[in-house]
């Protein structure tokens, strides 16, 4: 986690963890401290693949409007989130104390389904950048994972 605008949200949480011997998952909590209703949260993601000694930027950017990709439900993303218990309306997020969740919003072993997913993508060190913002807010939170992808063992 790089930046969070703590006027904005607290407690923000991210741990992505083996779930079994195969498979990792996300974990993540936070607590909301204003309603979102308007449905202007962007979100963007980058990767950087790492490329004599550093991380370079790709040219891979990704950036959409989040309630248009929950509306559209592309990627079959809200599908995955009801899977593990996590059923909001991303174009209407409410506070902590106003939504059903009665506190920090949750996501509990949360996988993401492979299949919905382009199938091919570059071997190697990855830095994955991920940053959200509200168009009249500002910066919400920027987070920063590291991963490698290797060839799948075939037997």
């Given at each position: ?69 929950w509306k559209l439900n592309m990627f079959h993303i809200k599908d995955q989130f009801a899977n593990v218990g996590f059923d909001i309306d991303a174009c209407d997020i ?62």
């Amino acid at each position: 986690m790089l930046f969070i605008n703590e006027s904005i949200v607290k407690d923000m949480e991210f741990k992505f963890a083996k779930y079994n011997r195969t498979i990792f998952a996300l974990n993540a909590s936070w607590t909301l401290l204003r309603d979102f209703t308007d449905g202007k949260i962007m979100a963007s993601l980058s990767g950087d693949q790492f490329f004599h000694n550093e991380y370079r930027f790709t040219g891979q950017k990704f950036s959409v409007n989040a309630c248009k990709i929950w509306k559209l439900n592309m990627f079959h993303i809200k599908d995955q989130f009801a899977n593990v218990g996590f059923d909001i309306d991303a174009c209407d997020i409410k506070k902590a104390a106003s939504h059903k969740f009665q506190g920090a919003y949750r996501i509990t072993n949360f996988i993401l389904d492979p299949k919905y997913y382009p199938k091919y993508a570059p071997l190697g060190k990855w830095r994955i950048n991920i940053k959200c913002h509200h168009e009249d807010v500002g910066e919400i939170f920027f987070v920063r994972w590291y991963m490698e992808l290797k060839p799948a063992n075939r037997s």
